[in-house]
T-cell receptor, first 119, second 113 residues
Framework: GAGVSQSPSNKVTEKGKDVELRCDPI?????LYWYRQSLGQGLEFLIY????????KSGLPSDRFSAERTGGSVSTLTIQRTQQEDSAVYLC?????????????????FGPGTRLTVL | LAKTTQPISMDSYEGQEVNITCSHN???????ITWYQQFPSQGPRFIIQ???TKVTNEVASLFIPADRKSSTLSLPRVSLSDTAVYYC??????????????FGSGTRLSIRP
């Protein structure tokens, strides 16, 4: 079946511009994560959506970052007034959780990422 | 949220067995231990998951002692293609009160010919 998809795959923008990054999770997955990964670094958690619950935004680095998830499916990460330090690969992952998984924790399935370059 | 500690990097040679240990002293009763692998320019992918004792699949084995405060990922007879970053995660996403599971900084494994 289809995996997690992200668009665009690459985005080059000028400092101060706004950007929108899109994530299409695996159909039926209730949980969705956004991460940021700078070159040679580990994954930095940004935001987490779980079903209809309020999102966990504890990882967003500043108020320039926001995300929404419409209809419990597609998610958009928006970065306003981009800065050069925002340059990174932005990864999205989805997972299925809940009572159906009584014997294990979720497995996150990752998209290919969006490489953002802010000039 | 249980914090994990892993070595930053490890080196080995083709054909060797590689063991990567992760410490998670504050693991909770319901937490599972999951390992992911990430190749350059790709998102992480699931390798193995366990709760206690030993789990084995076609890729790796996971050893978890009785106190569950650590775990060891074992890669048998590694090849150059096993060069990647390996992440250890601890958490519990079951049920309606599921909480996020966070990646740490990972272990960068380099395999030499």
């Amino acid at each position: 079946g289809a995996g997690v998809s992200q668009s665009p795959s690459n985005k080059v923008t000028e400092k101060g511009k706004d950007v929108e990054l899109r994530c299409d999770p695996i159909s039926g997955h209730t949980a969705l994560y956004w991460y940021r990964q700078s070159l040679g670094q580990g994954l930095e958690f940004l935001i987490y959506f779980q079903g209809n619950s309020a999102p966990d935004k504890s990882g967003l680095p500043s108020d320039r970052f926001s995300a929404e998830r419409t209809g419990g499916s597609v998610s958009t990460l928006t970065i306003q007034r981009t800065q050069q330090e925002d340059s990174a690969v932005y990864l999205c992952a989805s997972s299925t959780t809940g009572l159906a998984l009584r014997r294990s924790a979720d497995t996150q399935y990752f998209g290919p990422g969006t490489r953002l370059t802010v000039l | 949220l249980a914090k994990t500690t892993q070595p930053i990097s490890m080196d080995s040679y083709e054909g060797q067995e590689v063991n990567i240990t992760c410490s998670h002293n504050n693991i909770a009763t319901n937490d599972y231990i999951t390992w992911y692998q990430q190749f350059p320019s790709q998102g992480p992918r699931f390798i193995i998951q366990g709760y206690k004792t030993k789990v084995t699949n076609e890729v790796a084995s996971l050893f978890i002692p009785a106190d569950r405060k650590s775990s060891t990922l074992s890669l048998p007879r590694v090849s150059l293609s096993d060069t990647a970053v390996y992440y250890c995660l601890v958490g519990d996403s079951r049920g309606s009160s599921a909480s996020k599971i966070i990646f740490g900084s990972g272990t960068r494994l380099s395999i030499r010919p």
